[in-house]
């Protein structure tokens, strides 16, 4: 089950909500440290994270499920977040060169739809960034952030998931070592936490980041025969996937198709 939006937005208000930004956001740079003239979509409550891009990226779009809600976002900027359902995204293939799904593998009822429909409006080598809470730390054993609620994963479980939905895993890392607590004097020390955990105990953040890379097949005709060119190095193929993995498109959400990007009424 989803979190609200609006209990979304109040925590990322909070100093503990930008404290949290901060710490995952140093980790995500190493994946990703510039976007210039790359297109990026954050799908679940991704616009905290990805506010860094705001200024370098061609373009940035935030794409709510419906289950959440929506509020307008950036705040200070023309509106670029997009009521979605999560399983069907109003974007045509291969619109986006960057993916970053932030509070919803871990609320959907079936993850592995937002990760196909991310492979699908991904362009062929396009990447994506997962982020979610790992089951072995404290984080996703305490309310006090949205990493409390929701579904845990380690790093294997996460990392079959990507593959399973035709990702390459790149790299991952983990974040949040220091416990989950409003004590002021560890808060004020967390970056010094997440340096000696990254050293000590690795395997104990408190929420797993991952990036993957879009695989693609494609087949063409050999000599009457159909064969399999490798584009990008495959990696799994859903059972019962046509040949040149053209995505069947819903239809529960025609309606969405071409809705443009707009925020709420009264934005």
Known sequence: MYLDVADLRTFYDLPMGHLLRGLIGGHMRRFWPDLKAKS???????????????????????AMPAQQGAVPWPSEAETASSLVLDNCLPFPDATFDRALVVHALDHSSDPSEILREAWRVLAPGGRLIAIVPNRRGLWAQSELSPFGYGRPYSRGQLKELMRNCQFEVMGDEEALFMPPTRAQFILRAARSWEKIGRKVWPAFGG???????KQVF?????????????????????????????????TDASHLRNAPITGLPGA
Request: charged share 20%; with cysteine.
């Open 207 to 213: 929420v797993l980041i991952m990036e993957g890379e």
């Open 218 to 250: 494609r087949t063409i005709p050999n000599n009457g025969n159909k064969s399999a060119l490798r584009v990008l190095k495959p990696v799994f193929i859903p059972d019962g996937a046509p040949a040149g993995l053209k995505p069947v498109r819903c």
């Open 40 to 62: 990026l979509i954050g799908i679940g409550y991704a616009g905290p994270f990805m506010r860094p891009y705001l200024e370098t990226a061609e373009r940035c779009v935030a």
